[in-house]
């Protein structure tokens, strides 16, 4: 089994990855990776995604390679094809962050290993289903009644995956950003899942009863070439006070990071007393080490 995309998980799947992680913070997953290997395959720049994979691969007794995508033959022009095979013949468990979704899916396709979406353009499933989990141990409501809004470039990745998986566990999801940002029909039609996926142009209205408020940078890595319009066009939905005032009372705001402190959101809301931000950053490594355990066991 693969983690490419949240499309492919279901709320039972995410429930056993939960309790793994669960297993994985009390500690008694220690020597459950005895003997296996990660290698953490990157186009791009991490530090949470890589050092948390890391950091759990080894508290879990196993190893981790790090492997810069500029340092492989790949480099040379070897083909994603054949990296995977010779990764895999070697690794228990690849997880590769890419430039673009499409060479991920190669990437899986040819490996004879597991296959982690550390990120891609499309999706950072690891992060949403981390969030998710924090979101969990921090308010004991059923999702149905916790609204998340997400509010800057909702056609990210971050976006996606968020909206995906929120809808998937049953919350109530608004993507609150500029109509040129509304993702596609695959992130908004999501009859099947228990939650809802809305979108929003209004920032009142978006954020009206939002339990947690989500943001994330205006130029994702592989963007940097249209920042200038980018930063403009996503401007008006800056995460601040004012913007966190339309949420409820005791609204939680939350950021994957890196952030831009005077882009995206403010150094007051980011550092504030209702910033759930750290609690983020704990957790990435709690269910790294989840989603490493429950893959490793099937
Ligand atoms: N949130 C996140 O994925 O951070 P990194 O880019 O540092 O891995
Ligand atoms: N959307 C951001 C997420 C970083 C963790 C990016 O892709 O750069």
């Given at each position: 089994m693969n983690l490419i995309g949240i499309d492919e998980l279901d709320k039972s799947k995410i429930s056993e990855i939960f309790s793994f992680s669960d297993k994985f913070r009390r500690g008694s997953?220690?020597?459950?990776?005895?003997g296996k290997k990660l290698a953490l395959f990157f186009e791009k720049p991490s530090t949470r995604t890589r050092v948390s994979f890391e950091s759990a691969m080894l508290d879990m007794s196993g190893s981790a390679i790090y492997l810069d995508s500029h340092n492989l033959q790949l480099s040379r022009g070897e083909t994603y094809e054949d990296t995977a095979r010779t990764l895999s013949s070697y690794v228990d468990i690849i997880a590769a962050r890419m430039y673009r979704h499409e060479d991920l899916k190669t990437l899986a396709g040819n490996s004879s290993a597991p296959v982690i979406n550390a990120l891609t353009d499309m999706e950072h499933p690891c992060q949403a289903l981390s969030d998710f989990y924090t979101i969990r141990r921090h308010t004991d409501s059923e999702p149905a009644s916790v609204k998340l809004a997400f509010i800057g470039d909702t056609d990210s990745n971050m976006a996606h995956s968020l909206a995906l998986a929120g809808a998937m566990l049953g919350y109530n999801i608004c993507l609150v950003g500029p109509k040129q940002a509304k993702p596609s029909s695959h992130y908004l039609n999501v009859e099947s899942f228990s939650g809802s996926i809305q979108f929003q142009t209004d920032i009142r209205k978006g954020l009206k009863d939002a339990d947690f408020v989500y943001t994330d940078t205006y130029v994702s890595m592989g963007q940097e070439s249209e920042a200038e319009s980018r930063k403009k066009l996503f401007a008006p939905y800056q995460l601040n006070a004012r913007v966190m005032s339309?949420?409820?009372?005791?609204a939680m705001a939350m950021h994957c990071l890196p952030a831009h402190r005077g882009e995206e959101v403010t150094k007051e809301v980011i550092?504030?007393?209702?910033?759930?931000i750290w609690e983020q950053v704990k957790n990435k490594k709690i269910v790294g080490g989840g989603i490493l355990a429950y893959l490793a066991s099937r």
């Amino acid at each position: 089994m693969n983690l490419i995309g949240i499309d492919e998980l279901d709320k039972s799947k995410i429930s056993e990855i939960f309790s793994f992680s669960d297993k994985f913070r009390r500690g008694s997953l220690h020597e459950s990776m005895l003997g296996k290997k990660l290698a953490l395959f990157f186009e791009k720049p991490s530090t949470r995604t890589r050092v948390s994979f890391e950091s759990a691969m080894l508290d879990m007794s196993g190893s981790a390679i790090y492997l810069d995508s500029h340092n492989l033959q790949l480099s040379r022009g070897e083909t994603y094809e054949d990296t995977a095979r010779t990764l895999s013949s070697y690794v228990d468990i690849i997880a590769a962050r890419m430039y673009r979704h499409e060479d991920l899916k190669t990437l899986a396709g040819n490996s004879s290993a597991p296959v982690i979406n550390a990120l891609t353009d499309m999706e950072h499933p690891c992060q949403a289903l981390s969030d998710f989990y924090t979101i969990r141990r921090h308010t004991d409501s059923e999702p149905a009644s916790v609204k998340l809004a997400f509010i800057g470039d909702t056609d990210s990745n971050m976006a996606h995956s968020l909206a995906l998986a929120g809808a998937m566990l049953g919350y109530n999801i608004c993507l609150v950003g500029p109509k040129q940002a509304k993702p596609s029909s695959h992130y908004l039609n999501v009859e099947s899942f228990s939650g809802s996926i809305q979108f929003q142009t209004d920032i009142r209205k978006g954020l009206k009863d939002a339990d947690f408020v989500y943001t994330d940078t205006y130029v994702s890595m592989g963007q940097e070439s249209e920042a200038e319009s980018r930063k403009k066009l996503f401007a008006p939905y800056q995460l601040n006070a004012r913007v966190m005032s339309f949420a409820k009372k005791d609204a939680m705001a939350m950021h994957c990071l890196p952030a831009h402190r005077g882009e995206e959101v403010t150094k007051e809301v980011i550092n504030g007393e209702n910033s759930l931000i750290w609690e983020q950053v704990k957790n990435k490594k709690i269910v790294g080490g989840g989603i490493l355990a429950y893959l490793a066991s099937r």
